[in-house]
């Protein structure tokens, strides 16, 4: 109970510091020997950085962490979301807990039907966060639950400050909101305008259900009064999830991944994250000479080709899972499909017309993901969403979430499975010593912003804070979008290069279209952990301060 009491002392405090800091642009590169915690709201990063500075290990912070964004991040995460988590002991193990909502047992073949546009009831399967952080907490916390989950209590409870971004995501979705008994009353005014840069959200039912699980853990929610007020909704308005779905639903072991990118050691996960297609490019892109190329038009040109295959790949018919993980992390496979790849420096200028070009699979863009460490060596990457802005734009009313939408735009699935999506918790290693913990929001975006970063890293010698700001770019069948902004943009002569290529360049000029990074480098010179937030959102890192 002592404990408890200095967790609330320090998030009252942390709550005071994010009101004197009002407008102020959140710390966005931090460094430490004790540990770091890096996410994509100040709020949710400051409530791991008390968990690790309080006794609680990697896992402890990033579940904190996960938490507190579900209460300050509504249009991007949620008790009713997903959660894929990959996580490093300290003696070197990997592990990956796999939160993905699954399609209910019941749910008609019409729901499933692709649709990017869909919303509402019949969009929403199972939830998996809860699940995923109270299985992390079970088998690798060292504190309580209810330490973990106080923070996030505490700032449903007494409300927080909404900064830029959260209130104009909500607010483009308010019509569909206002569908919602539940999404109306717990993300809307009372009369039904959307909350502003500024006005303070208070979520006394999310804190009540928080408190709950605090206290119950996973079995309050998916087998106690919160499953059934679930339960009761679904059957109410057209819903599929059933109290029999909520009751047998586990948080899965992952499949873990490994491979190799010129001598750093790559692991992420299998389906339905997407960790074995970030280490599939990274193969294929492996099986050419970039030296001197890379930020040019020709790594541009290789690394599209790359990805693209790989997209095409994560879908393919190659055997049952396991053999499916296999086949497209090995070295065989990657350079077979290396030899599909045109090599501007190899083939005639405007002969190079997307022989991996293939058609593309529409994902929700919205994600959030967060990056821990502590001194002892545990790490963990763990990403989180809802699909599309504020998921199913469906809450019940008294639970204060909203459910995600992960049926309805992939299409194709069966009750019992799992939509898979490009969550891709990612480390990588050298010599069996931690370098980097990565991951990203962003749809199939994150794939190509990692594989892009990590290139810079190896292949330019750049730290993870230069290689995270230099510009990013994302491929489709059509057509390869280029960042194009005063912070960081792609040259002109790259974009003409890549049009002589066949290419079909497009300029994007918002920065929230690229994924957003928010990762951890250690620098074994100094024995610190540095902490890189995406400069194209508002996220912070910081480290602990013993």
Same mark, same amino acid.
């Given at each position: 109970?002592?404990?408890?009491?200095?967790?609330?002392?320090?998030?009252?405090?942390?709550?005071?510091?994010?009101?004197?800091?009002?407008?102020?642009?959140?710390?966005?590169?931090?460094?430490?020997?004790?540990?770091?915690?890096?996410?994509?709201?100040?709020?949710?990063?400051?409530?791991?950085?008390?968990?690790?500075?309080?006794?609680?290990?990697?896992?402890?912070?990033?579940?904190?962490?996960?938490?507190?964004?579900?209460?300050?991040?509504?249009?991007?995460?949620?008790?009713?979301?997903?959660?894929?988590?990959?996580?490093?002991?300290?003696?070197?193990?990997?592990?990956?807990?796999?939160?993905?909502?699954?399609?209910?047992?019941?749910?008609?073949?019409?729901?499933?039907?692709?649709?990017?546009?869909?919303?509402?009831?019949?969009?929403?399967?199972?939830?998996?966060?809860?699940?995923?952080?109270?299985?992390?907490?079970?088998?690798?916390?060292?504190?309580?639950?209810?330490?973990?989950?106080?923070?996030?209590?505490?700032?449903?409870?007494?409300?927080?400050?909404?900064?830029? @971004?959260?209130?104009?995501?909500? $607010?483009?979705? +308010?019509?569909? /909101?206002?569908? %919602?008994?539940?999404? #109306?009353?717990?993300? !809307?005014?009372?009369?039904?305008?959307?909350?502003?840069?500024?006005?303070?959200?208070?979520?006394?039912?999310?804190?009540?259900?928080?408190?709950?699980?605090?206290?119950?853990?996973?079995?309050?929610?998916?087998?106690?009064?919160?499953?059934?007020?679930?339960?009761?909704?679904?059957?109410?308005?057209?819903?599929?999830?059933?109290?029999?779905?909520?009751?047998?639903?586990?948080?899965?072991?992952?499949?873990?991944?490994?491979?190799?990118?010129?001598?750093?050691?790559?692991?992420?996960?299998?389906?339905?994250?997407?960790?074995?297609?970030?280490?599939?490019?990274?193969?294929?892109?492996?099986?050419?000479?970039?030296?001197?190329?890379? @930020?040019?038009?020709?790594?541009? $040109?290789?690394? +599209?080709?790359? /990805?693209?295959? %790989?997209?095409?790949? #994560?879908?393919?018919? !190659?055997?049952?899972?396991?053999?499916?993980?296999?086949?497209?992390?090995?070295?065989?496979?990657?350079?077979?499909?290396?030899?599909?790849?045109?090599?501007?420096?190899?083939?005639?200028?405007?002969?190079?017309?997307?022989?991996?070009?293939?058609?593309?699979?529409?994902?929700?863009?919205?994600?959030?993901?967060?990056?821990?460490?502590?001194?002892?060596?545990?790490?963990?990457?763990?990403?989180?969403?809802?699909?599309?802005?504020?998921?199913?734009?469906?809450?019940?009313?008294?639970?204060?979430?909203?459910?995600?939408?992960?049926?309805?735009?992939?299409?194709?699935?069966?009750?019992?499975?799992?939509?898979?999506?490009?969550?891709?918790?990612?480390?990588?290693?050298?010599?069996?010593?931690?370098?980097?913990?990565?991951?990203?929001?962003?749809? #199939?975006?994150?794939?190509?912003?990692?594989?892009?970063?990590?290139?810079?890293?190896?292949?330019?010698?750049?730290?993870?804070?230069?290689?995270?700001?230099?510009?990013?770019?994302?491929?489709?069948?059509?057509?390869?979008?280029?960042?194009?902004?005063?912070?960081?943009?792609?040259?002109?002569?790259?974009?003409?290069?890549?049009?002589?290529?066949?290419?079909?360049?497009?300029?994007?000029?918002?920065?929230?279209?690229?994924?957003?990074?928010?990762?951890?480098?250690?620098?074994?010179?100094?024995?610190?952990?540095?902490?890189?937030?995406?400069?194209?959102?508002?996220?912070?890192?910081?480290?602990?301060?013993?």
């Amino acid at each position: 109970m002592g404990f408890v009491r200095n967790i609330s002392i320090g998030v009252a405090t942390v709550l005071a510091a994010a009101c004197q800091r009002g407008s102020e642009a959140p710390q966005q590169i931090a460094r430490s020997t004790d540990g770091m915690v890096v996410s994509g709201a100040a709020l949710a990063t400051d409530a791991g950085r008390l968990i690790l500075e309080s006794g609680g290990n990697a896992v402890d912070a990033a579940v904190a962490t996960a938490f507190v964004l579900a209460v300050v991040e509504p249009s991007m995460s949620s008790l009713g979301g997903r959660t894929q988590m990959l996580i490093r002991t300290p003696g070197g193990d990997f592990v990956g807990i796999d939160g993905t909502t699954e399609v209910p047992a019941s749910a008609p073949a019409a729901s499933l039907e692709a649709d990017q546009d869909a919303y509402g009831y019949r969009t929403i399967g199972i939830p998996g966060t809860v699940a995923a952080l109270v299985e992390a907490t079970d088998l690798y916390g060292s504190l309580p639950l209810a330490d973990l989950i106080a923070p996030a209590v505490q700032l449903a409870e007494e409300g927080f400050v909404l900064s830029a @971004g959260e209130p104009s995501r909500i $607010a483009g979705v +308010a019509g569909q /909101l206002r569908e %919602s008994e539940g999404a #109306r009353r717990h993300f !809307l005014k009372p009369d039904g305008s959307a909350y502003q840069v500024g006005d303070r959200l208070v979520q006394p039912d999310l804190a009540r259900v928080l408190r709950a699980i605090a206290q119950g853990g996973a079995a309050v929610f998916y087998r106690g009064w919160i499953a059934e007020s679930i339960a009761v909704d679904m059957e109410r308005n057209g819903g599929s999830v059933t109290l029999g779905d909520l009751a047998t639903y586990r948080a899965d072991s992952a499949l873990v991944v490994r491979g190799h990118y010129r001598g750093y050691d790559l692991v992420g996960t299998y389906l339905p994250a997407s960790g074995a297609t970030t280490i599939e490019a990274l193969h294929i892109l492996e099986q050419f000479d970039l030296t001197g190329r890379t @930020g040019s038009a020709e790594w541009l $040109a290789l690394l +599209a080709q790359a /990805l693209l295959l %790989s997209f095409e790949d #994560r879908v393919a018919d !190659l055997g049952p899972p396991e053999q499916h993980a296999r086949t497209i992390v090995s070295e065989e496979w990657a350079a077979s499909r290396a030899a599909q790849v045109r090599d501007p420096a190899a083939v005639t200028v405007g002969s190079m017309v997307g022989g991996a070009l293939t058609s593309a699979v529409w994902e929700p863009p919205f994600t959030t993901h967060l990056s821990t460490a502590d001194a002892e060596g545990w790490l963990v990457a763990l990403t989180q969403s809802v699909g599309p802005t504020m998921g199913s734009k469906v809450a019940t009313s008294g639970l204060g979430f909203v459910y995600a939408a992960t049926m309805g735009y992939l299409g194709e699935l069966e009750p019992g499975e799992r939509p898979f999506s490009s969550q891709s918790p990612l480390l990588v290693m050298q010599d069996d010593r931690p370098l980097y913990v990565l991951g990203a929001a962003g749809a #199939r975006r994150i794939i190509s912003a990692l594989v892009a970063v990590v290139s810079r890293i190896v292949d330019q010698g750049l730290p993870l804070a230069d290689a995270m700001a230099e510009p990013r770019f994302h491929a489709t069948p059509e057509t390869v979008y280029l960042e194009m902004r005063d912070q960081a943009s792609w040259p002109a002569s790259v974009v003409a290069e890549l049009r002589s290529y066949g290419v079909n360049p497009e300029a994007r000029l918002s920065a929230s279209y690229f994924a957003m990074i928010h990762g951890i480098e250690y620098d074994p010179a100094t024995g610190e952990y540095v902490g890189v937030a995406d400069p194209r959102w508002a996220g912070s890192a910081v480290g602990v301060r013993h």
